[in-house]
């Protein structure tokens, strides 16, 4: 198969397909090309879907059109040790009411529906062919090999939206050949079968409402944290962990899966469910100091191929920045089509508009969270922190209480020490 196209995009995840939507709305002739046999079939996350204010622009009625799970109305963060737990959770009237905060989501549907829309507005969509190749005219980028299909595509702009590992930034010199193991996580899901009444009573929920809790101390000690979110008539729970940290502890993430669920604070939450599948995938945590170059000549980097991903340790978003990227990437190469000019230069207006966006302004202003994250205190002395002191307030033995301010200092003394508490609090207040 050999064809042209004014643009081609690779990778139809979310930001592939947000940005072939934006190009086939501006007429561009615009290629999609997915390695997978539909968009979406292996891709996977959390997860919570984040509001989209680019695609509410172009349909209105988004949230009504997609294919969503349950809107979520409750978070919650417990601290877990061996045996104790300490839990909390917000759940603001607002988050109940529409514009909903945030929904579960399963990838396959939502990523399939979001590509099918780009081919409605007219791109060509072309799956189970996988990019191997990046094919040069003049020293310039001028289209690709694919290797399910056999043959070239031509453009004179490409969009790399083929995730973390993007083949294409590497292979265009936009970013390192290697990355830093301290910058990217892996996540590891396990998807539990469970009837809707069920969940909705466990979790305290009613009609469509869902609950998203996080959990720190659940990890053995690997820098990392777990996550559980309810869709209609499932569980999505698993831990994402620091590729460093996980490396030298020795351990496996599916070992340490299996040991998430069985403790006594987490089986509980999942007794009944049956496990129907289990997943894996990286994210690019670095934020803002592991992004690549944005542009180069007949090039644009998009999604988590560009490292768009906000890991703060309260939120994780990704998809909402992947989308946002892409639709951007798709306003700025249909205005290069019209001049004619497809230089690195000319591109330049995409990084414009991402200076301008919420992506580039929350990923510089978090800048800091990633380093903050790599410390090991937070994943096990913290959580054996808050469980202690939270016991001895609501032990009532029938003996004088101690003082509250002399236990804080007292339990803070003797799991991290007054110079680290410090230090983390100077910490966090930089970073958040
Ligand atoms: C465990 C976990 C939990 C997460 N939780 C959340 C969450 O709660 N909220 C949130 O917003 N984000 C979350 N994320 C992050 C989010 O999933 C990503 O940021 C988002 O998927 C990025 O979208 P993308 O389109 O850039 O890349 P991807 O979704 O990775 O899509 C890339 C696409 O490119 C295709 N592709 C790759 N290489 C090629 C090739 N050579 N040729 C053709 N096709 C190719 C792939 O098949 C895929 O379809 C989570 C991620 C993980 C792993």
């Known amino acids: 198969m050999n064809r042209n196209f004014q643009a081609i995009v690779v990778g139809a995840g979310p930001a592939g397909s947000a940005s072939a939507l934006s190009m086939a709305r501006a007429g561009l002739d615009v290629a999609l090309v997915e390695r997978g046999t539909f968009p979406g079939e292996k891709n996977m996350f959390g997860g919570m879907l984040h509001r989209l204010p680019g695609l509410e622009e172009i349909f209105p009625d988004f949230w009504d059109r997609a294919p969503l799970e349950r809107h979520i109305v409750k978070k919650g963060v417990s601290f877990l040790t061996g045996d ?37 507005a007219g791109a060509t969509l072309i799956t189970s062919a996988t990019v191997d190749e990046l094919v040069y005219k003049s020293g310039r980028p001028d289209g690709v090999t694919i290797v399910g299909r056999q043959g070239e595509l031509h453009a004179p702009v490409i969009v790399a939206a083929d995730g973390v590992l993007s083949f294409l930034a590497k292979k265009a010199g936009l970013r390192q050949p290697v990355f830093d193991p301290g910058q990217i996580a892996v996540g590891v899901k396990a998807l539990l079968d469970m009837p809707r009444e069920l969940i909705d009573e466990r979790f305290g929920l009613a009609r469509d409402q869902g609950f998203a809790n996080e959990f720190v101390g659940c990890t053995e000690g690997v820098r990392g944290g777990g996550f559980l979110y309810t869709n209609y008539d499932s569980l999505s729970i698993g831990l994402v962990f620091h590729l460093g940290s996980l490396r030298t502890s020795g351990k496996t993430p599916y070992d340490l899966l299996n040991e998430f669920l069985k403790q006594p604070q987490v089986a509980k939450l999942v007794r009944g469910g049956r496990i129907l599948e289990y997943s894996a995938h990286l994210i690019p945590e670095g934020g803002y100091d592991m992004m690549p170059e944005l542009t180069g000549d007949g090039i644009l980097v998009t999604g988590d191929a560009a490292a768009l991903c906000n890991a703060t340790g309260l939120n994780l978003e990704g998809i909402n920045l992947a989308v946002e990227s892409g639709l951007l990437a798709g306003k700025a190469v249909a205005e290069v089509c019209r001049k004619g000019d497809f230089s690195k230069r000319s591109l330049e207006v995409y990084k414009e508009l991402m200076n301008e966006s919420h992506v580039m302004k929350d990923l510089k202003q978090y800048r800091k969270a990633p380093h903050m994250l790599h410390n090991d205190r937070i994943y096990s002395a913290y959580p054996e922190l808050v469980c202690q002191i939270m016991e001895q307030i ?39």
Request: charged share 20%; glycine share 6%.
């Open 84 to 120: 104790s737990s300490f839990n909390t959770v917000i759940e603001p009237g607002s988050f109940d009411r529409t514009p909903y905060n945030g929904y579960t989501i399963f990838r396959p549907r939502f990523d399939n529906w979001l590509a099918q829309e780009a081919v409605n």
């Open 394 to 432: 609501y032990r009532i033995e029938g003996t004088s209480k101690k003082n509250l301010t002399k236990l804080f200092i007292q339990s803070a003394k003797e799991k991290i020490g007054l110079g680290n508490l410090a230090a983390d609090a100077f910490s966090a207040w930089r970073s958040l």
